[in-house]
């Protein structure tokens, strides 16, 4: 399917050679990504801290992976610094911290965010919730009204360069309880949900396996049925039905997951946040001082639109926010793209590097070994 696309993209730059912009002559990739390597290092203390709440632990995980993310991603142009945003629910029922950067060079638009907040599930939120799987139907009673509390990371970024994909990261554990229950009354349920995928405006293989691949094994190191599941359950989620296609080229996701101990479940949730930096942020470092060409830029921005149709129409993590009360509209849209551009029948040549991108969201594909 994809044997052609060197040859593609060799044409295309023949065609077009100037390059835009002035930002990739002074762009040079990291001698060294911080935290991309293997995660060997010592184990945090809330990593081992049974005595505290899987929920405090889940809070004091996701502000460490946003610290090291950010930390990441500034190294790929240090003079980019990503403004933090800590912001305070009006209601007092939680906190967020938004980091986001802006018109850099090497990023036009990235976010990485942290929310901790409670609140009263909606009726809304709880028939949305109800629907997508029996057990939670049979949990939360209709008769009853129920609280909630979460503490997850969101993290979308886009690149300038249009070979350097964009990508999408979260994680969170969800809890839910009987409305006024007693100090220490377990919760009704809880689970984690979460995963982490890749959106090219350019396929490049070698980025495809690798990303892949590093989720796989983060998966594999903990149960061997979870990325051919989640990789299935990402390709089925992240799709824009109306369009035929998929958002991206996948990877994992995850939501209700409490079929094992809540500490297994932990376990994975860090092992597989971790890996986002060395599964992703390398690809960046890799395409960012890469010459474009007018061309290429339209086309990562008509990409782009497609995403944001995804994430205005589809996503879920959206929705439940736009119906949370008193929820902060800002960091909930953080993941549209600063710029984005729609095209009336905008079809690409055929064999093209543009037309090949589309035959990968368009059909399943094994990228890993």
Request: aromatic share 10%.
């Amino acid at each position: 399917m994809f044997a052609r696309t060197q040859r593609a993209r060799t044409i295309a730059v023949r065609v077009a050679r100037q390059a835009l912009g002035s930002e990739v002559s002074r762009l040079h990739p990291p001698s060294k990504i911080p935290y991309a390597d293997s995660d060997d290092t010592a184990k945090p203390e809330y990593y081992t801290d049974h005595a505290r709440p899987m929920h405090d632990r889940m809070e004091a995980y996701v502000l460490d992976l946003q610290d090291r993310l950010v930390t990441a991603l500034e190294s790929l142009d240090p003079s980019q610094k990503f403004v933090r945003d800590r912001w305070e629910r009006s209601d007092g029922h939680g906190y967020g911290i938004s980091c986001v950067l802006q018109d850099g060079a090497a990023l036009e638009k990235a976010g990485v965010n942290v929310s901790v907040i409670s609140g009263t599930l909606t009726p809304g939120q709880l028939k949305s919730m109800r629907d997508r799987r029996a057990q939670t139907a049979e949990l939360l009673s209709d008769s009853e009204q129920f609280d909630f509390r979460v503490a997850g990371i969101s993290v979308v970024v886009h690149p300038r360069n249009p070979h350097a994909p964009t990508a999408h990261m979260n994680y969170r554990r969800f809890e839910v309880f009987r409305q006024n229950a007693p100090e220490g009354e377990p919760p009704v349920m809880a689970w984690f949900g979460g995963g982490a995928d890749l959106t090219p405006s350019y396929l490049f293989l070698e980025d495809a396996g690798h990303f892949h691949q590093t989720l796989k094994d983060a998966c594999d190191a903990h149960d061997p049925s979870y990325y051919p599941r989640f990789k299935a359950w990402c390709d089925k989620y992240f799709s824009n039905v109306h369009r035929g296609e998929t958002r991206g080229i996948g990877g994992i996701f995850f939501d209700d997951l409490d079929d094992k101990e809540p500490e297994q479940l932990f376990r994975f949730a860090y092992d597989a946040g971790n890996a986002f930096i060395r599964a992703y942020v390398p690809l960046v470092a890799r395409r960012m001082a890469m010459p474009y060409t007018q061309r290429e830029r339209d086309w990562q921005l008509i990409r782009r639109g497609h995403y944001a149709e995804f994430n205005l129409v589809y996503d879920r993590g959206t929705k439940f926010g736009l119906m949370t009360p008193g929820a902060r509209i800002e960091s909930i849209l953080m993941s549209l793209p600063l710029a984005a551009r729609w095209e009336y029948m905008n079809k690409p040549d055929p064999d093209s590097p543009e037309d090949l991108l589309l035959r990968a969201v368009r059909t399943t594909t094994t990228w890993t070994k």
